[in-house]
């Protein structure tokens, strides 16, 4: 098992800033006390949220992340952005739905659409995307519903050298 505060393995490949490093460091010493007192784990853990100046529920996010792995790569910043990727039978169904429901003249709220999309994935058996999920689905669709809900397409331009039919 590595030691705790020894750990430099792909520090580089994650670009992090040496104060990143040092606050990380500093948790893991007090998470090394912490995991160490045995009976009094709630009084360590309040202790130790107000040694870092965070709440308890976040020294026990800490903590879960420090046990599985025992380095200070594991308490470093999460990677933002960092997305994973849909099960292609739910982006499927997010697709129709959206398809079907929300890329009208006029944009419903999203909540029923969002409504539907959960049922059917749990009518499927698969696990159902979260309304902030379904939401993020939609920049995708933006150059399709502008032209959707342009008024060009409902009112087709006419040429002014041209007879109407």
Known sequence: MPKPLDDQTSISSRAT??????????????????????????????????????TTRQVYNLLARYRTQRTV???????????????????EIINTTLHEQWLTLE??????????IRARCKEAGLAPPSHVTVARCIPVFKAAVARRRSARHVFPRMDVGQPSA
């Open 73 to 91: 790569t594991a308490l470093l910043p999460r990677a933002v952005n960092r997305r994973e990727r849909l099960p292609e039978p739910v982006e």
């Open 17 to 54: 800033s040496d104060e990143q490093w040092s606050k990380a460091c500093r948790i893991a010493r007090v998470l090394v006390k912490v995991l160490e007192d045995g009976d009094l784990k709630q009084a360590a853990v309040t202790r130790a949220a107000a040694d870092l100046r965070l």
């Open 107 to 116: 944009a419903p709220p999203l909540a029923p659409v969002v409504a539907e």
